[in-house]
């Protein structure tokens, strides 16, 4: 199997050190890359963990509500659980930012849910049964749980993207672009070791031809 090289360069000595210069660059940047993708990986390995807990507690919690939810249907009617339901007000203050992860933006969620009493609810006390209540403070605590597993669930699918970008810049510089840069060095090294031996050549032959007319003269 043939050797790629980089077409179109010309085989000079300036041609050999900006390749030189290269190469030295690619090494580098692919040393930069490997220690990105492993610090990448590790912190993707170290978010799974919490991925793996929350989702658990967003299950229990939201099993609990509507164990909860199920039992005031049963005692009160489906009607009068989707009443209280429509008198309930929005509780929840969510702030999204940014931060950095190895060069990966990740959203940072600030989120706020006001633990309420019955009747800041909206919903009268004297017409549900406790059940009610019991429901809506787990779905509120849910309702945390599932902005925090969000958040969570976001920053490890892009570090996902990130990690398989990387790790095919990495492959890349590894088998392509370096093999090739360092094969078109060799090429060029032979190239320029074999006009030196040309010109070595070509100038004992013009010297022993100046020599011969010199004798004959």
Do not use: C, W
């Not at 390995?45 to 249907?73: C, H, M, P, W």
């Not at 945390?144 to 890349?172: D, P, Y």
């Amino acid at each position: 199997m043939a050797q790629e090289m980089i077409e179109g360069i010309n085989p000079t000595r300036m041609e050999l050190l900006k390749l030189k210069q290269r190469e030295k660059l690619a090494v580098k940047g692919h040393s930069l890359l490997k220690e990105k993708r492993n610090a990448l990986i590790m912190e993707f390995f170290n978010i799974l963990e919490r991925v793996k807990g929350s989702r658990e507690n967003v299950n229990l919690k939201l099993e609990e509500a509507y164990q909860d939810l199920t039992a005031a249907q049963v005692s009160m009617g489906d009607l009068a659980v989707r009443k209280a339901a429509m008198s309930v007000t929005e509780s929840v203050n969510v702030d999204i930012d940014a931060r950095s992860v190895m060069g990966v933006v990740v959203p940072v969620i600030d989120s706020e849910t006001k633990k309420r009493t019955i009747t800041e609810r909206g919903y009268g006390f004297m017409d549900t049964s406790v059940k009610v209540d019991e429901a809506a403070k787990k779905f509120e605590e849910s309702i945390q749980l599932i902005i925090e597993l969000g958040e969570i669930e976001k920053t490890i699918m892009l570090l996902a993207g990130e990690i398989e970008s990387t790790k095919r810049r990495v492959n890349a510089l590894e088998h392509i672009i370096i093999p090739r840069i360092e094969n078109t060095v060799k090429y060029i090294e032979m190239r320029l070791e074999e006009m030196e031996r040309e010109n070595f050549v070509r100038l004992k032959m013009i010297k022993k031809t100046i020599e011969t007319e010199e004798v004959n003269g």
